[in-house]
């Protein structure tokens, strides 16, 4: 009686601190393409960019991804200076977390996955001049 009282305490524990936490621990998407996009988007900083007279920093300014097909985005930059993508409003992914980079020195990427629909604006947090957006729409292919 006292071993099927141990065992059950041991499965109950087990289940509550380790399998629950981490069944939870990210969202579970019907379509794996959401996090499996088929496709990348790049966002280009420009050379020059540190230029404020400079209207094009981020090519393309502003840009479309859709769930499960190009919702992986790396912005690339090309420029001599160190660059920030930072969102104007704090944005967190549930699945990829918080939207927003470290340093990104020339030549040097940050690539975020995008699974959740959304408008965010965004700039460089050095070079405030520097905006963009993007915008997440629910893609063809997730329904």
Not at 40 to 51: D, M, P
Not at 81 to 104: C, M, N, Q
Not at 125 to 140: F, L, N, R, Y
């Amino acid at each position: 009686m006292i071993a099927v009282i141990v065992g059950t305490a041991v499965g109950i524990s087990y289940y509550q601190l380790y399998f629950i936490p981490e069944y939870n621990a990210k969202p579970h998407f019907d379509n794996p393409k959401i996090i499996n996009p088929g496709q990348t988007t790049t966002i280009n900083i420009v050379t020059g960019s540190v230029n404020q007279d400079q209207t094009q920093n981020f090519l393309p300014k502003k840009q479309t991804v859709q769930l499960g097909i190009d919702n992986l985005v790396t912005w690339k930059n090309n420029d001599d200076a160190v660059h920030y993508v930072t969102p104007v409003k704090p944005f967190k992914d549930l699945y990829s977390g918080d939207f927003g980079s470290d340093a990104i020195q020339s030549g040097k990427t940050y690539t975020f996955l995008f699974t959740q629909e959304g408008s965010i604006p965004y700039f460089c947090k050095v070079h405030p001049w520097m905006t963009g957006e993007i915008d997440i729409e629910h893609g063809a292919l997730t329904s």
